[in-house]
């Protein structure tokens, strides 16, 4: 039976949801605060990364287990919608001063114990030959096959085109006071009924309010002419890990702050300088780079820095994807559909449902 379903937040998550349902052939609204054309949620600050492996350095090995199919999830999805979008899968590179190829050797341990991987640390030749725009004389690494990166604007601007296309109503502007029943209030009074509703609203959340922190992070766009770097460049450094992420046309994202703040000001100095600064560590040509915008925002998280779908009486809240929104979001939206329409819980990822 057709269901009228209402979603609360037009980040990835939001939007993932919603071309879920709405490719299940259910009615979907979308109420997003925004309008539109300059979105101020997390998932527009973010790399875009789909590193389940690389996960495995820092995260809990859950975050491994629920995002292990992404990539392959990603590229059904990409698909299916048809549209002109960055995306790439030719793996990710993690590299490390050769002084410190011992924390290698562990991350290299660790990721094969804990998958069917076999992962051999590579010499600063082989990371010639893959990437020779690299600086790799003193450097050492480790390749992460499986992996890939999708370009965050591209997508969700793919997504709603979708949505809008396949008969969606998406209400920007549109700020929502209360969920109670499965009716969203919105300011000024209107109230809309729904089957469900799925709330993706991040550390804007109604449900969730006073349970989620906010994690900065930092990003620093450039145009570097003389640049040619084909897969996301992990820079594993004990005081200034860093992210390299091409986004074609020597353009690239370089990012990695982790700050425990609700703070969404400008980029501080500090970090531009220390993101600046790694960047060099990887290919000296940065330095000639042009800066081409520097972003911050804040992504919620639990305590446990895990995900959560929080199974209320009233709607469904969505949340706490930290900064796996791209790694995550993909499997989150099957299993919200499937509650919804079938009452399934996957039994297990019981974790995951609150």
């Given at each position: 039976?057709?269901?009228?379903?209402g979603?609360v937040g037009?980040?990835?998550?939001?939007?993932l949801?919603?071309y879920?349902?709405?490719?299940?052939?259910h009615?979907?609204?979308?109420?997003?605060?925004?309008?539109?054309?300059?979105?101020?949620?997390?998932?527009?600050?973010?790399?875009?990364?789909i590193?389940?492996?690389?996960?495995?350095?820092?995260?809990?090995?859950?975050?491994?287990?629920l995002?292990?199919?992404?990539?392959?999830k990603?590229?059904?999805i990409?698909?299916?919608?048809?549209?002109r979008?960055?995306?790439?899968?030719?793996?990710?590179?993690?590299?490390?001063q050769?002084?410190?190829k011992?924390?290698l050797?562990?991350?290299?341990?660790r990721?094969?114990?804990?998958?069917k991987?076999?992962?051999?640390?590579l010499?600063?030749?082989?990371?010639q030959k893959?990437?020779?725009?690299?600086?790799?004389?003193?450097?050492?690494?480790?390749?992460?096959?499986?992996e890939?990166?999708?370009?965050c604007?591209?997508?969700?601007?793919?997504?709603?085109?979708?949505?809008?296309?396949?008969?969606?109503?998406?209400?920007f502007?549109?700020?929502?006071?209360?969920?109670?029943?499965?009716?969203?209030?919105?300011?000024?009074?209107?109230?809309?009924?729904?089957?469900?509703v799925?709330?993706?609203?991040?550390?804007?959340?109604i449900?969730?309010?006073?349970?989620?922190?906010?994690v900065?992070?930092?990003?620093?766009?450039v145009?570097?002419?003389?640049?040619?770097?084909?897969?996301?460049?992990?820079?594993?450094?004990?005081?200034?890990?860093?992210?390299?992420?091409p986004r074609?046309k020597?353009?690239y994202?370089?990012?990695?702050?982790?700050?425990?703040?609700?703070?969404?000001?400008?980029?501080?100095?500090?970090?531009?300088?220390?993101?600046?600064?790694?960047?060099?560590?990887?290919?000296?040509?940065?330095?000639?780079?042009?800066?081409?915008?520097?972003?911050?925002?804040?992504?919620?998280?639990?305590?446990?820095?895990?995900?959560?779908?929080n199974?209320?009486?009233?709607?469904?809240?969505?949340?706490?994807?930290?900064?796996?929104?791209?790694?995550?979001?993909?499997?989150?939206?099957?299993?919200?559909?499937d509650?919804?329409?079938?009452?399934k819980?996957?039994?297990?990822l019981s974790?995951i449902?609150?």
């Amino acid at each position: 039976m057709k269901k009228n379903i209402g979603v609360v937040g037009c980040g990835i998550v939001g939007l993932l949801v919603s071309y879920k349902f709405s490719q299940l052939g259910h009615k979907v609204t979308i109420f997003e605060k925004d309008n539109g054309l300059n979105f101020s949620n997390c998932s527009v600050t973010a790399a875009g990364m789909i590193s389940p492996y690389c996960e495995l350095i820092h995260s809990n090995k859950k975050i491994f287990e629920l995002g292990e199919t992404s990539l392959l999830k990603w590229k059904k999805i990409i698909k299916e919608l048809n549209s002109r979008i960055f995306f790439k899968s030719k793996g990710s590179l993690v590299v490390t001063q050769i002084a410190e190829k011992s924390d290698l050797e562990l991350i290299c341990e660790r990721v094969n114990s804990h998958t069917k991987s076999k992962l051999k640390i590579l010499t600063n030749k082989q990371i010639q030959k893959l990437e020779p725009d690299i600086d790799s004389i003193n450097l050492t690494g480790l390749l992460f096959k499986d992996e890939g990166q999708v370009d965050c604007l591209e997508i969700m601007n793919a997504l709603i085109k979708f949505l809008k296309l396949n008969g969606s109503l998406i209400k920007f502007e549109s700020h929502v006071e209360e969920i109670k029943k499965n009716t969203v209030s919105l300011k000024g009074g209107e109230r809309i009924n729904f089957d469900h509703v799925i709330e993706c609203t991040g550390l804007d959340s109604i449900g969730e309010k006073g349970k989620l922190r906010g994690v900065r992070g930092e990003i620093i766009k450039v145009f570097a002419e003389n640049v040619n770097i084909t897969r996301p460049i992990r820079l594993h450094h004990f005081r200034y890990p860093t992210y390299i992420t091409p986004r074609g046309k020597n353009n690239y994202l370089i990012g990695a702050t982790e700050i425990e703040s609700k703070d969404s000001s400008p980029v501080s100095v500090r970090s531009a300088l220390e993101l600046l600064s790694s960047s060099m560590l990887i290919s000296k040509s940065f330095s000639e780079a042009r800066i081409l915008e520097l972003s911050t925002n804040c992504r919620p998280a639990y305590i446990d820095n895990l995900p959560s779908i929080n199974i209320k009486n009233d709607f469904i809240s969505a949340n706490g994807l930290y900064r796996h929104g791209y790694l995550l979001s993909p499997l989150i939206a099957e299993l919200i559909a499937d509650y919804c329409l079938n009452k399934k819980k996957d039994k297990k990822l019981s974790y995951i449902y609150n």
